[in-house]
């Protein structure tokens, strides 16, 4: 009874593993078949993670607002194809640490500020972006009971940045300059956003330039409000963008397609209708993303609704260019970056927005 046990066992094996190659190159006939049907693109979306799970970087501030959206439809998605989420959303504290993983490839892609991946490529650090996140996003805030009206009233002032890679430094520059000021008649210092309200608050600082949602963390609580708004003066304002790593692209095309057309997805559902945005706090505030205080996210959304706006990712070589002589006129960059070293469009050319349904 051994021997014939182990015999049927064998046999039950064999016959297993074949009908597995069945299935399996069935399963790959069919998904061809499905890329002429009417739900090819859900379908993609989700086979894209069948060999590998993406972990994508992030900072919890509302310039990435895509990111943790795209990654609750990519589950979403998947669930219902019974599969596993293509890719998932890791938060970090700052650019620093995110620049570092990022680099040593402890991830393969990360929201990551545009002047620093134009920095990072010219180095030969293997990164491409791929996609942009958002568009204006940028305060500068000054306390509520200052007599700070306009940018030169700042002359001698200390002003805090993110970093002098964020695009947030480039425009402070851009506001000094409309008022015939440079950056060397302010005090400029670096600080992580987190802490940029405290620091106003107990006369650190005396005003600071940042994304969202550390301006409205402020001017919610009623001891700030902006001096000035990228929604006022620099509409088409970008700072973060999707950035992955080129072996990841080499290795796994589907995988990125899929991640660049849920964060296309994600933009356009965030400036559909205010529901969604609604929505879009209640997912983001939350420990699993950005852990902040819903009401301060729906600040942001909603004082005035387009403070952020995400529907329009196009990638304009032009704006890139612009922002690359902006980084050199800054000394951010000691020269110019070609286009093609840090920017890989071939995914934006062919994306398809992913549906959001949440």
């Given at each position: 009874?051994g021997?014939?046990?182990t015999?049927?066992s064998?046999?039950?094996?064999?016959?297993?593993?074949?009908?597995?190659?069945?299935l399996?190159?069935?399963?790959?006939?069919?998904?061809?078949?499905?890329?002429?049907?009417?739900?090819?693109?859900?379908?993609?979306?989700?086979?894209?993670?069948?060999?590998?799970?993406?972990?994508v970087?992030?900072?919890?501030v509302?310039?990435n607002l895509?990111?943790?959206?795209?990654?609750?439809?990519?589950?979403?998605?998947?669930?219902?194809?019974?599969?596993?989420?293509?890719?998932?959303?890791?938060?970090?504290t700052?650019?620093?640490?995110?620049k570092?993983s990022?680099?040593?490839?402890?991830?393969?892609?990360?929201?990551?500020?545009?002047?620093?991946?134009?920095?990072?490529?010219d180095?030969?650090?293997?990164?491409k972006?791929?996609?942009?996140?958002?568009?204006?996003?940028?305060?500068?805030?000054?306390?509520?009971?200052?007599a700070?009206?306009?940018?030169?009233?700042?002359?001698?002032r200390?002003?805090?940045?993110?970093?002098?890679?964020a695009?947030?430094?480039?425009?402070l520059r851009?506001?000094?300059?409309?008022?015939?000021?440079t950056?060397?008649?302010?005090?400029?210092?670096e600080m992580a956003?987190?802490?940029?309200?405290?620091?106003?608050y107990?006369?650190?600082?005396?005003?600071?330039?940042?994304?969202?949602?550390?301006?409205?963390?402020?001017?919610?609580?009623?001891?700030?409000r902006?001096?000035s708004?990228?929604?006022?003066?620099?509409?088409?304002?970008?700072?973060?963008?999707?950035?992955?790593?080129?072996?990841?692209?080499?290795?796994?095309?589907p995988?990125?397609?899929?991640?660049?057309?849920h964060?296309?997805g994600?933009g356009?559902?965030?400036d559909q209708?205010?529901?969604n945005?609604e929505?879009?706090?209640?997912?983001?505030?939350?420990?699993?993303?950005f852990?902040?205080?819903?009401?301060?996210l729906?600040?942001?959304?909603?004082?005035p609704?387009?403070?952020?706006?995400?529907?329009?990712?196009?990638?304009?070589?032009?704006?890139?260019e612009?922002?690359m002589?902006?980084?050199?006129?800054?000394?951010?960059?000691?020269?110019?970056?070609p286009?093609?070293?840090?920017?890989?469009s071939?995914?934006?050319?062919?994306?398809?927005?992913?549906?959001?349904r949440?």
């Amino acid at each position: 009874m051994g021997s014939g046990t182990t015999s049927d066992s064998l046999s039950a094996a064999r016959r297993r593993k074949k009908l597995n190659r069945r299935l399996v190159l069935g399963g790959a006939v069919g998904a061809g078949l499905l890329a002429v049907g009417s739900g090819v693109q859900r379908r993609l979306h989700s086979s894209a993670t069948a060999s590998q799970r993406l972990t994508v970087g992030g900072l919890a501030v509302t310039c990435n607002l895509t990111l943790p959206i795209a990654s609750a439809a990519s589950a979403v998605n998947a669930s219902e194809d019974g599969g596993s989420p293509a890719f998932g959303y890791t938060k970090y504290t700052g650019w620093p640490e995110i620049k570092e993983s990022l680099m040593s490839g402890g991830i393969q892609a990360a929201y990551m500020l545009a002047p620093l991946v134009m920095d990072l490529a010219d180095k030969n650090v293997p990164v491409k972006i791929v996609s942009i996140g958002h568009r204006s996003g940028a305060v500068i805030m000054v306390r509520a009971d200052s007599a700070y009206r306009n940018f030169r009233d700042l002359t001698g002032r200390r002003v805090a940045i993110p970093s002098r890679f964020a695009v947030d430094f480039l425009f402070l520059r851009k506001m000094l300059a409309n008022e015939g000021m440079t950056v060397d008649q302010v005090e400029v210092v670096e600080m992580a956003p987190a802490d940029m309200p405290a620091a106003l608050y107990v006369n650190g600082v005396d005003a600071y330039c940042t994304g969202e949602p550390f301006g409205a963390a402020a001017q919610s609580a009623g001891y700030a409000r902006p001096l000035s708004m990228t929604r006022d003066e620099w509409p088409r304002y970008m700072c973060c963008v999707l950035t992955v790593r080129e072996e990841l692209i080499a290795t796994n095309r589907p995988l990125v397609q899929s991640l660049v057309d849920h964060v296309l997805g994600a933009g356009l559902w965030l400036d559909q209708q205010p529901q969604n945005r609604e929505r879009a706090v209640e997912i983001a505030a939350t420990p699993e993303y950005f852990n902040q205080d819903p009401n301060i996210l729906r600040f942001v959304m909603t004082n005035p609704s387009d403070r952020v706006t995400y529907g329009d990712l196009r990638m304009v070589p032009q704006e890139f260019e612009e922002m690359m002589q902006q980084s050199v006129e800054a000394g951010t960059l000691s020269h110019r970056v070609p286009y093609e070293k840090y920017v890989d469009s071939s995914f934006a050319r062919v994306a398809r927005p992913a549906p959001i349904r949440l």
